[in-house]
């Protein structure tokens, strides 16, 4: 009975889904600026927070699942996989640091990215950055991050930090999270990841350090 249940519901979100694209197609129309658009977008919403199929964070969640849909229409992806890639921590959306990658690559603006390592594993200089190669074949190579940064801007000795356990991974998130935010910044639409709203709490002082190190970037990319 609970499935049946669910799979009407989910028929129903397609069908929503589906008058919602076609709406926004039309005069470029969004929820935000049209009443019908936002009426459809709200019922599936409605409908979205009631599935058992979206993660936990969203269930039962109808505003949030809103903002998704809203995400999904701006970046050409389905609801269900922006909720699959995101977090909602302590009422702020986040992406999911495997998610970065393959929202830069989904950009159309790359035709190949790849992680580049550099320094010594095991040592402070370790560490990675994310290249891509442009569709005029341009190579664009993203922010290096380094164990040693880790350390610097707190995020290794906080408490149950996955830079101690994981640091490759982390390493990996990283890089391609300053990627997104330096060279393909609407593809993040503005929000942090999972793992860099975790580590902004480390120390507010080393947040403003990481915001010059962005900065700075941003800048050198613009010459």
Do not use: H
Request: glycine residues 6%.
């Amino acid at each position: 009975m609970e499935q049946e249940k669910t799979k009407v519901v989910e028929q129903e979100i397609i069908k929503e889904e589906n008058a919602l694209a076609i709406q926004q197609c039309n005069n470029n129309l969004t929820m935000w600026n049209d009443k019908e658009t936002m009426s459809v977008a709200v019922r599936m919403a409605e409908m979205l927070s009631k599935s058992t199929s979206i993660p936990q964070s969203y269930q039962n969640k109808s505003a949030d699942c809103l903002l998704a849909i809203d995400l999904a229409n701006r970046l050409g992806l389905s609801p269900i996989t922006i909720m699959q890639n995101s977090q909602i921590i302590q009422g702020n959306f986040s992406w999911k640091g495997v998610a970065c990658k393959a929202l830069i690559e989904n950009s159309g603006r790359y035709k190949k990215t790849r992680y580049v390592e550099v320094g010594t594993k095991g040592t402070d200089d370790w560490g990675m950055y994310l290249q891509a190669i442009d569709k005029e074949g341009e190579e664009i190579n993203g922010v290096t991050v380094t164990i040693g940064m880790a350390k610097k801007e707190g995020w290794y000795s906080k408490n149950g930090s996955k830079w101690q356990t994981m640091p490759e991974l982390m390493l990996k998130y990283r890089a391609s999270a300053f990627f997104m935010r330096t060279e393909c910044a609407t593809s993040s639409m503005g929000f942090l990841t999972t793992e860099e709203l975790e580590d902004i709490s480390v120390d507010t002082n080393n947040k403003s350090n990481l915001t010059n190190l962005l900065d700075k970037e941003i800048i050198n990319n613009k010459k």
